[in-house]
């Protein structure tokens, strides 16, 4: 197996693994502001959370192969636990887009469905999208893959989400967005965060 002559360029280059080393831990700095801003953000707010849950529990991941793009995210607030799910996600995704996501399965779906739908209103108009897929784990967007949250698809998005047994509510932001370059990420998730409030609040 031969190398192209790009390849062979890119492979040589030591000043691209310097500055992806740079971002690297400029998005963990981000990411880590992040965690201290959402923290504030769920301690002044009453949620309707699984048993068991940690307003205090929360992950920091990186990684090299989401379909093959290097990746690292925040989980904030964070609950995996048997069939319960209620986590918040901040996913910068190298080549793709920052994706904040609301991912809910388990004992208080019913719940997140009915408030989805009674407060529709209060959820359209803040580029939110509901994901079409069956996985809380597909995080590409657009046709096929979400509908964006807008006042006339009440209907259709009420449809759709009463067959489903999970729920995943995402903002996609481009990463040339001059917010994501002025390092508002923080702000950002906590502009999201409360956007989505109106399904998981009492």
């Known amino acids: 197996?031969?190398?192209?002559?790009?390849?062979?360029?890119?492979?040589?280059?030591?000043?691209?693994?310097?500055?992806?080393?740079?971002?690297?831990?400029?998005?963990?700095?981000?990411?880590?502001?992040?965690?201290?801003?959402?923290?504030?953000?769920?301690?002044?707010?009453?949620?309707?959370?699984?048993?068991?849950?940690?307003?205090?529990?929360?992950?920091?991941?990186?990684?090299?192969?989401?379909?093959?793009?290097?990746?690292?995210?925040?989980?904030?607030?964070?609950?995996?636990?048997?069939?319960?799910?209620?986590?918040?996600?901040?996913?910068?995704?190298?080549?793709?887009?920052?994706?904040?996501?609301?991912?809910?399965?388990?004992?208080?779906?019913?719940?997140?469905?009915?408030?989805?739908?009674?407060r529709f209103h209060q959820l359209a108009g803040h580029d939110l999208e509901f994901s079409l897929a069956p996985t809380l784990w597909e995080w590409k967007h657009g046709e096929g893959y979400t509908l964006p949250i807008t006042h006339d698809r009440k209907a259709r998005l009420a449809a759709v989400l009463a067959e489903r047994s999970l729920m995943k509510i995402m903002r996609c932001v481009p990463l040339s967005d001059p917010r994501i370059q002025a390092g508002q990420l923080p702000q950002l998730s906590c502009e999201t965060f409360r956007a989505m409030l109106p399904i998981i609040t009492a």
């Open 1 to 118: 197996m031969t190398f192209t002559d790009e390849e062979t360029s890119l492979l040589a280059d030591a000043r691209f693994f310097q500055k992806k080393a740079v971002i690297t831990a400029k998005v963990r700095a981000q990411l880590e502001a992040a965690h201290r801003a959402l923290t504030t953000e769920v301690a002044g707010v009453s949620l309707t959370t699984p048993p068991g849950f940690n307003p205090q529990a929360h992950q920091l991941v990186k990684g090299e192969h989401l379909e093959d793009f290097p990746y690292q995210y925040l989980d904030c607030p964070k609950h995996f636990e048997g069939r319960n799910t209620f986590t918040f996600r901040i996913l910068f995704w190298w080549g793709h887009h920052a994706a904040f996501a609301l991912l809910l399965e388990g004992a208080d779906l019913k719940q997140y469905k009915k408030r989805f739908v009674d």
